[in-house]
Structures are given as C-alpha cells and as structure tokens.
Nanobody, 115 residues
Framework: QEQLVESGGGLVQPGGSLRLSCAAS????????MGWYRQAPGKQRELVAA???????NYADSVKGRFTITRDNAKNTVHLQMNSLKPEDTAVYYC?????????WGQGTQVTVSK
C-alpha cells in the first residue's frame, strides 16, 4: 500500500528552526510532485511549498525566504527546512504526493512555535 510518513515536527521557540521529512513507499517517487501543506486550528489546509519532479519549486508568500523544500529521489524522501519560525507557522504539516490525478497524503506532524 502506498504510504507517506512525516517526521520532524515538535515544539520550537520563535526564531528557531525545524526540518520536516516525508518518506514515501510503494510509489515511483521521482514521478511525483511533492508538497507540504499545513492546517491550523479553524483554518483551511494551505499549500506551504511544492517541488516538481524536475526540481522546480514554489512557495507560499508567507514562507518565502524562510522555508526550503528539497527532495532526494534516491531515498524517496522530501524535506522542508523551516527557519525563522513564527507563532503563525503553528499547524499540522502534511506531506502530499501528486501525479497524473493520483494523490496520496501523510498523516501529518504537529509543529508548534511558542515561547
């Protein structure tokens, strides 16, 4: 069964950093656009960053210059490096794989930015 497993979430102080990872299994990883989404309480899920199979990337305006998405096709893994974290970055972060109308989601990892 296709699976995405996120890791790396946690509690961090404002200005701190976290690195999220998403490991994929049972998909042809290199074909997929990989994305990180987040959902804060009471808000809709939103795109944070995405990276296509050709390594082109796009970011939400709110994270540009602070977050970096990368992928390692040899390890079927996508990472989200998050720097200069703000309280408003607090959310559950989800990994998504998307290709030709087929998509898979991970179970999410909590990121909390607080003093």
């Amino acid at each position: 069964q296709e699976q995405l497993v996120e890791s790396g979430g946690g509690l961090v102080q404002p200005g701190g950093s976290l690195r999220l990872s998403c490991a994929a299994s049972r998909i042809i990883f290199s074909f997929y656009t990989m994305g990180w989404y987040r959902q804060a309480p009471g808000k809709q899920r939103e795109l944070v960053a995405a990276i296509k199979s050709g390594d082109s990337t796009n970011y939400a305006d709110s994270v540009k210059g602070r977050f970096t998405i990368t992928r390692d096709n040899a390890k079927n893994t996508v990472h989200l490096q998050m720097n200069s974290l703000k309280p408003e970055d607090t959310a559950v972060y989800y990994c998504k794989a998307d290709h030709a109308g087929t998509e898979y989601w991970g179970q999410g990892t909590q990121v909390t930015v607080s003093k």
